[in-house]
């Protein structure tokens, strides 16, 4: 099974900026100024361009988890609504 399949392409895409593409985009950029510090180099000064690569590999895997965990909520909503279709009598309506 593909990591997203093409059923996920009708689903509107998360929006760019989310929690989960931020928060990942951030842990990559510290990992590399803890590669940094592990090999007692600048922290902050040296291996800018590794410190931009992190960030954004960390930025691009967290967008892609977010939009497989949307999939698959999606995927799960429509198969309990099709249950709840297909068996609309173990489904009462609540007391009022």
């Known amino acids: 099974m593909a990591f997203l399949p093409d059923e996920s392409r009708s ?17 990559g950029w510290l990992s590399a100024l803890a590669d940094n510090a ?11 361009h590794r410190q931009v690569l ?12 977010v939009k497989r965990a949307e999939y698959m909520h ?4 429509r198969e309990l609504f099709e249950y709840r ?5 173990d489904f009462h309506s609540p007391p009022g």
């Open 54 to 65: 992190f960030a954004s590999l960390g930025f691009f895997i967290g967008y892609q988890l």
């Open 85 to 89: 279709r297909h068996h609309p009598g």
């Open 11 to 27: 689903l509107p895409p998360p929006p760019l900026l989310n929690k989960g593409s931020v928060w990942l985009g951030f842990v």
């Open 74 to 77: 999606a995927k799960v909503d």
């Open 38 to 48: 592990f090999n007692h180099r600048p922290v902050l000064r040296a291996g800018v």
